[in-house]
């Protein structure tokens, strides 16, 4: 699967993100489905950029998005949809009282804007994406909307009450819908010697990286409305830099290259996420930057062989970006994670295929073909 970066939020400085125009993807977006011809790849994750849809409350422009869904049906291209990713419109935050409500309005229309458009295709959406993160990010580091720093798990109670009614409000419209989370996959663990309150408040730390999806099936805050027909396919966002140890402080990123003991492998991981809830996994979002891109896809497609192998039924593996972008709080620092760059300083935004990678990915894909077809 192809993530074409579609945030569009409010950065640190209060500046709005929006990667579809920063990437020159919607501007570009038949020529990079194009390009996805030489892999083969046929589901792509998008999203409908609410800040953009949604200016003014309750009236929607749905011209871009039905743009996007039909290039993505001339192409014979699967598209997962994101309501919300990271974006909030102007003067919207997850901590006003009519969140919900605008929310499950935008949940509304788009399915049946979508409808209008293709009535057939299954319709596979992501509420809002990775409630984890953005609640930390918004509530905890002060970095995004709402700006605050000791709101952490308020902000995730009402995004997943607005996840949650969005759903149902979708549900409504057309119960053929699919539901994907896309959470991000952590390992967070305790220093060598950490005294056994520091392994304690570690393990915990760890723990809490499944509550928006405990919420979502009903195991958390049942009063939320979650049920585990809700939670339906569990996407995890894995990356590089997901795994810590962070008790007793300092925090240290663990090392994946250099065979950190405490380093847990992807399989390790997803095999847990889907023990716990026994649903179709999705890998959802995967990258590296820069000269390490062979060597990650190289660890993925070994890990995923060992996750299919054990009969866990992964539906999908998704690198995220597909083509560069640049950072959220410096736009003028691209982070070379994708296939596809971006030369520095190029004003026109040409894709230049990262030939190692290409290369890794097509020995990755037809590794694990064999144990698909």
């Known amino acids: 699967m192809a993530g074409f970066e579609c945030a569009d939020h409010k950065n640190i400085s209060h ?6 125009i920063l990437t020159k993807h919607l501007e570009r977006l038949d020529a990079d489905y194009r390009d996805l011809d030489q892999f083969k790849m046929r589901t792509v994750r998008e999203g409908i950029r609410w800040s953009q849809v949604e200016k003014t409350p ?17 192409h014979h291209i699967q598209q997962l949809w994101d309501i919300c990713h990271f974006g909030f419109p102007d003067n919207l935050s997850p901590l006003d009282p009519e969140f919900s409500d605008r929310f499950v309005g935008v949940c509304r229309e788009f399915v049946r804007y979508y409808r209008s458009v293709d009535p057939v295709s299954t319709l596979i959406i992501t509420p809002i994406n990775e409630v984890s993160f953005i609640s930390w990010l918004g509530g905890d580091a002060g970095h995004t909307v709402p700006y605050r720093t000791t709101k952490g798990w308020e902000v995730k109670y009402q995004l997943m009450k607005a996840y949650i009614q969005g759903i149902e409000a979708m549900l409504a419209e057309d119960p ?8 991000p996959l952590v390992h967070i663990t305790h220093h060598s010697h950490a005294e056994p309150r520091f392994r304690e408040k570690a393990r915990l730390m760890h723990e809490a990286q499944f509550q928006a999806t405990d919420i979502l099936c ?50 390790q991981l997803m095999t847990a996420g889907y023990e716990r809830y026994l649903r179709p996994v999705v890998l ?8 390490d891109r062979p060597l990650w896809i190289e660890m ?10 054990a009969g866990i039924p992964l539906w999908g593996i998704c690198w995220y970006p597909i083509i560069d972008r640049p950072d959220w709080d410096h736009i003028h620092d691209w982070h070379h994670a994708g296939i596809w760059d971006r030369q520095a300083n190029d004003e026109f935004f040409h894709r230049t295929l990262h030939a190692p990678s290409a ?15």
């Open 176 to 183: 053929t819908i699919r539901i994907l989370t896309t959470e």
């Open 359 to 373: 290369h890794a990915l097509q020995l990755a894909q037809k590794d694990l073909a064999a144990l698909v077809e």
């Open 15 to 20: 500046h709005r993100v929006d990667y579809g």
């Open 300 to 309: 993925l497609a070994v890990e995923c062989r060992k996750i299919l192998e």
């Open 58 to 74: 309750y009236e929607y422009d749905w011209e871009p998005v039905g743009h996007m869904i039909r290039s993505g049906l001339a």
């Open 218 to 267: 009903g195991r958390m805050c049942p009063e939320l409305g979650g049920c585990p027909e809700y939670l339906d396919l569990v996407g995890f966002n894995f990356y590089y830099n997901n795994q810590w140890a962070k008790e007793p402080p300092p925090h240290e990123t663990l090392d994946w290259k250099n065979t950190d003991e405490r380093w847990r492998t992807l399989a």
């Open 284 to 291: 959802t979002e995967t990258s590296h930057p820069k000269e």
